[in-house]
């Protein structure tokens, strides 16, 4: 067995490990650390399988994770209102639905998704990046500006929605629930890494002219690839926004866009699990080094400069070599 698929497996058995504890101890704020980590994962990998499948460096992913937590929060608001998000020509009312929601804030961040890959990748390199954050920042002073639903004050929710047989107000349930979501999500990724599709986008990041050759379009390649990982990430804002019943124009800011990528470059670029491992990190992090000091992050930047010289593969690539897998 590879030693990558060993420390998956472990980083999986952490990850559940630590809230069960947790639940022990009745430690529920150790609960919710661990939920937050889940969820930054999830929006990690959606980013991941743009930048590490494709190549392609997005610095407005921002965007599709504000675009997944105000699809749930103005569904949540108007459902707790009893009014309607839409009354003409069409009548949609709010809900309070987990999976509806989730499956509106997929299909939400996916179609913006599409439309901002459309326009960005007719540009490439910096230009590329630059113009992903301009439509970043756009979206996020258009909430800013947006007072129907808070505007810069943000839009507070104030019962967590629901899921079929389940208390989701209840800290485990709740993370199990985005556990649960996590492991379906690199499931996914690792199957469509491993088909043609994948094996596809791997060579146009490599060699666009030799994928041009044999009848490829790096082009369309690309933008299925952001599309779906926009529909990623905006699942993640979703559950974001769920677990913290608020969300708020900050989503969509290019501060988290940077975290973002800071799960990626710590945990490996192109790893499966990278954003996972990275994710944890930065939770851990935060918890340990932000009772210190206000000014953690000074050591963060110390952390990532350090992985940046000496790992550049991320922290798997330091701890299991040079190997890659998708497992």
Not at 10 to 18: K, Q, T
Request: some cysteine.
């Amino acid at each position: 067995m590879r030693k990558e698929t060993v420390l998956n497996a472990f980083v999986l058995f952490v990850l559940l490990a630590v809230p069960l504890w947790a639940l022990q101890a009745d430690e529920p704020f150790i609960i919710t650390l661990a939920t937050k980590a889940v969820i930054f994962a999830i929006a990690g990998v959606g980013l991941n399988f743009a930048l590490g499948l494709g190549g392609l460096v997005s610095l407005g992913h921002a965007a599709f994770f504000g675009i997944g937590g105000y699809t749930m929060g103005i569904l949540a608001s108007h459902a707790q209102s009893y009014s309607a998000v839409i009354e003409w020509p069409i009548v949609i009312e709010g809900t309070s639905s987990m999976p509806i929601i989730w499956l509106t804030a997929v299909l939400f961040s996916g179609v913006f998704a599409l439309i901002i890959g459309a326009l960005s990748l007719r540009t490439s390199g910096v230009y590329f990046i630059m113009i992903t954050l301009a439509f970043g920042q756009m979206l996020f002073f258009f909430m800013i500006s947006w007072p129907t639903y808070g505007g810069e004050d943000g839009l507070v929710i104030y019962v967590r929605n629901g899921f079929p047989g389940l208390n989701t107000l209840d800290p485990i349930q709740f993370f199990g629930i985005c556990f649960a979501l996590l492991c379906l999500v690199l499931l996914v990724v690792s199957r469509i890494a491993k088909s043609s599709f994948g094996l596809a986008l791997g060579g146009a990041r490599q060699n666009e002219e030799r994928m041009q050759a044999i009848g490829m379009v790096p082009y369309r390649l690309y933008l299925i690839a952001f599309t779906i990982s926009g529909a990623i990430t905006g699942l993640a804002g979703a559950l974001f926004a769920d677990l913290n019943r608020f969300v708020s124009p900050t989503m969509f800011s290019w501060q988290t866009s940077g975290e973002i990528m800071v799960f990626i470059i710590l945990g490996g670029m192109g790893r499966l699990f990278g954003p996972v491992v990275g994710a944890a990190l930065f939770i851990l992090l935060e918890h340990l080094l932000g009772g210190l000091s206000e000014f953690w992050h000074i050591y963060l930047g110390a952390i990532l400069l350090g992985v940046v010289l000496f790992a550049r593969g991320g922290l798997i690539q330091l701890i299991v070599g040079r190997e890659i897998s998708h497992d």
